[in-house]
């Protein structure tokens, strides 16, 4: 991680060095539009922490940024823009294109309310929306389990 990482967070802000220099001063996150790079699938606290603990178990490496909100209790699991389509289920929310995402710098540590569970890695790597949905189902059964909605 590191100025890799750092840059491509950077990359989804409208103006790129406003947003390294804002973290740069030290604010605790810059907010960033979502849909450019990168969707958030956010699901409440449990469920995701439950997910990740899954993803570990069956041996899958965090294959794209986490964040944890503690003080939303919830985690957002970043995948590619519009992946997948829709997304519903029992508090699960697809933040994409228009709406904005608080996001704290890469290297940021806990403390904050955001926190990294799993920082970006700087290579551009999302988590594959089929693989967040299996883990999901696993972690909470079907009520929680998100399914694309056919328009």
């Known amino acids: ?23 740069d001063g030290g604010a605790d996150a810059v907010l960033l539009e979502a849909g450019r790079l990168w969707d958030v699938l956010s699901v409440p606290e449990h469920l ?25 209790r919830r985690v957002g699991f970043f995948i590619p823009p519009a992946a997948a389509g829709e997304w519903s289920g ?13 996001v704290p710098p890469p ?4 403390g904050w309310r955001l926190e990294w569970l799993w920082p ?4 551009g790597a999302l988590y594959d929306p ?6 999901l189902r696993e972690a909470g059964g079907a ?3 998100p399914a694309p909605v056919s328009r």
């Open 1 to 23: 991680m590191g100025k890799q990482a750092v840059e491509w967070l950077a990359a989804a802000a409208a103006d790129p060095r406003s947003c390294k220099r804002q973290w």
């Open 48 to 72: 995701g922490l439950r997910t990740l603990e899954f993803l570990d178990r069956a041996r899958r490496r965090a294959c794209g940024p986490v964040l944890m909100n503690s003080g939303a």
């Open 120 to 123: 970006p890695d700087g290579t």
């Open 107 to 110: 290297y940021q540590s806990g």
């Open 90 to 102: 029992r508090g699960v929310r697809h933040v994409g294109r228009g709406a904005w995402v608080a």
């Open 130 to 135: 089929d693989v967040v949905r299996l883990a």
């Open 143 to 145: 009520l929680a389990a």
